[in-house]
């Protein structure tokens, strides 16, 4: 395997994080204003995530600074290229994370209004936007033979990029809703298992029709074939056995599950673009691939011996916050956000 | 309008702003662990007021920081997409480095210290805070890293029609880097340390119950801002010899010095006309720039015609000033504010040691105004490096027209530059409201989280 490929899989492996951390992140600040009724209740959903939203998003910024320095084409094709929609994600961005902060800081009942909102908008534009963008990927956009993206805003908002969207959209709900069920208590606990129960049928019906025009839209029959093989099976069938143990009320496998849909729904894109890292609508040879789109050998191997190094610790430092904050949350509970 | 002056005008803007919010990161987290430290060691309950007060409004700054930040992991492959290309094998290097060993360490155990009030040992909770700040600060030094690439290109080859890294070790020992960090890393510790100064100052002045606590912050904050200063103005110096050397040009402008000249004179005001490339007024100090070159009373300083003349030889035709009015003007606001900073910095500690605070209410005053000082000096400071370097984007390699991204159009940029400049001028006017109202309330009325209304908010849906 060469450094080309691992370069793949590692920024690969960073946006399938992001979109876990940050995934469940964005569902409960989606379903803020749906199960927050009080103010303490909205301080109770947005405090589940308070110590980790943060450490989350830096999925995000990782994956961006590994694909400038791995792959800096697809760095420059892509973000020159999905210019307005990523201009969107940061603006949503930057005020969501900033709500999360400022929220409760004063109490006048229409500034606590607006930062909702805030978290509201913040939360669901991106997920749709990720969507849009991944689909686009996969399915191939117009790129010119200097490697420009050449399409164009409106070009990206095709029937099947919002398809995907949205799923990703209601999908990041279910988790986040399935993450608010592990982690917290009482009441809210029990609403956010029913907004789960009546959620989890919509992500069943919208991830089957995805996989269907996935078919139609991308090339996935040269890539993977006609069976693409047992990631997409199982993702299929890991998002099936999610609605069995959200019914029985196991709360932590639920989410486990939940994490393994959107792992294996993430891996299925990665292996659909493979090799290619923005595919080309105007002309095959046109395509970004982990070949022409990399930074040098040399590059590629410093970059290796760091990640090596230092993805570990990392991995064991956020993992060790998350038990640090295992608790589940009440209205009782001492509240800092 | 030209999409490259859009484009330009567009990471001024986010660039300037993110960086209101660093230097405090960077210099209040280091002071805020110090605090704490003091708490776990002596378990007085003054130092931990002090560090959950201070904290509050580190916290409110950080969050804007961070934010503001995301911007720029993205913005160079937005409009700078050809930059991207060009230099992305060394360039993106530092960027990733920075993102894993720095944001996910201040991100993760900033969570933890903001929550872990209870949920850990004492100890264990103002080690979370060290981690903030070392985390803040190494992010400091790579993204240096990456800028110093620019000035001083090391460690490369052409190759591939690109510039690709061959020595990474010698990014790391950019000469350029060695003059650039510590100026930054102190130039955050002072601005943290007249933010605490101003608002210390304020609540001493007011009588508050929570006085002994500013009293201390004052002292440590007097302490820190007057060896931060110093160390500022002295790496300063020494990044303005450097420059001399390896970016003549800059320096040429930054003195609106037009013809090579030795010993060279240092201009004390100067207005120029800058189409003509001539003095228009000038007051002169003879001798004075060749000493601050080269700590000699001659040596040749490089006037700006001359170097126009050296590098349409070395790189062929064009127009290689920077913009002179502004190279010469951010120069001296920088270093006047520093000059003023270290003097008040003097006094203040002066009276500090002799305990006659007290009894210069003047200066008490005048201090929260100063809290702008360092800001003004930060950004006037960044303007000059990265004007000044103009109209290379990497010194040598690639000009600022040649960087921009080809598919973006000049609405395109119009659009996210009045959008970005709205939203941060929105969450602007919001920081400032907070950081007030938290500044102002003192270390013990206003809970930091206030309990919102009792009733129902209307809810969007049914149950």
Known sequence: MDLNILWFILIAVLYTGFFVLEGFDFGVGILLPILGRTDQERRVVINTIGPHWDGNEVWLLTAGGATFAAMPHWYATLFSGFYLPLFLILVALIVRGVAFEFRSKDRHPIWRRIWDGCIFVGSLLPALLFGVAFANLARGVPIDAEMNYVGGFWNLLNPYALLVGIMLVVGFTLHGANFLTMKTDGEMRERARRVAWRLWPIVVVLLAATFIFTYQQTDIVHQLGINPGMIPVLAGLTILAEGYLIRKERDGWAFTFSVLTVILTSATYFLIMYPRVMVSSLNPEYSLTIYNAASSPYTLRIMSIVAAVLVPIVLLYQGWSYWVFRERLTTHSELEY | ?463
């Not at chain 2, 609540?203 to 007057?226: D, P």
């Open chain 2, 1 to 463: 309008m030209d999409p490259l002056i859009l484009a330009r005008l567009q990471f001024a803007v986010t660039t300037i702003y993110h960086f209101f919010f660093v230097p405090l990161t960077l210099g209040l987290s280091i002071f805020v662990a110090l605090l704490e430290t003091l708490y776990v060691r002596t378990g007085k309950t003054v130092y931990k007021e002090m560090t959950k007060f201070w904290g509050k409004l580190f916290l409110i700054n950080f969050a804007m920081g961070v934010v503001t930040g995301i911007v720029q992991e993205f913005q160079f492959g937005m409009n700078w997409s050809e930059y991207s290309r060009y230099v992305g094998d060394i360039f993106g290097a530092p960027l990733a480095i920075e993102a894993l060993l720095a944001f996910f360490l201040e991100s993760t155990f900033l969570g933890i210290w903001i929550f872990g009030w209870d949920k850990l040992s004492k100890g264990a909770h103002a080690a979370a805070m060290w981690l903030v700040a070392i985390g803040s600060n190494i992010s400091a030094l790579w993204i240096l890293v990456a800028n110093s690439f620019m000035h001083e290109p090391v460690g490369f080859v052409l190759r591939n029609g690109r510039a690709e890294m061959d020595d990474f070790l010698s990014l790391l020992f950019n000469p350029h880097l060695f003059v650039q960090f510590p100026h930054v890393l102190m130039s955050g510790l002072t601005t943290a340390a007249f933010f605490v100064l101003g608002i210390s100052a304020y609540h001493l002045l007011r009588q508050g119950e929570s006085r002994h606590g500013f009293r201390i912050s004052f002292q440590i904050a007097a302490i820190v801002g007057l060896v931060a200063t110093l160390w500022v103005i002295m790496s300063g110096h020494s990044q303005a010899q450097h420059i001399v050397q390896v970016q003549p040009m800059k320096m040429a402008a930054a003195e609106a010095l037009w013809e090579s000249e030795d010993p060279a004179p240092m201009s004390l005001f100067t207005i120029g006309n800058e189409a003509e490339r001539r003095d228009v007024f000038a007051i002169r100090l003879p001798r004075a720039l060749s000493l601050l070159a080269y700590n000699q009373l001659e040596g040749e300083v490089k006037g700006i015609n001359n170097l126009q003349v050296e590098y349409e030889q070395e790189y062929g035709p064009g127009d290689y000033v920077p913009p002179v009015a502004i190279s010469y003007w951010t120069f001296r606001i920088m270093v006047g504010l520093g000059f003023l900073m270290l003097a008040v910095v003097v006094y203040a500690l002066f009276l500090v040691v002799g305990e006659q605070l007290d009894a210069a209410p003047r200066l008490l005053r005048f201090l929260p105004w100063l809290i702008l000082a360092p800001y003004l000096a930060n950004t006037a400071g960044w303007i000059l490096t990265e004007v000044g370097r103009m109209p290379w984007v990497v010194y040598g390699l690639i000009r600022v027209e040649e960087a921009v991204s080809p598919t973006v159009t000049a609405g395109m940029l119009w659009t996210t530059l009045i959008g970005f400049t709205l939203v941060y001028g929105v969450l602007m006017i919001a920081d400032i409201y907070l950081l007030r109202k938290f500044a102002r309330a003192g270390a013990e009325d206003t809970p930091f989280l206030q309990p919102g209304p009792e009733e129902p908010i209307p809810s969007i849906v049914g149950d």
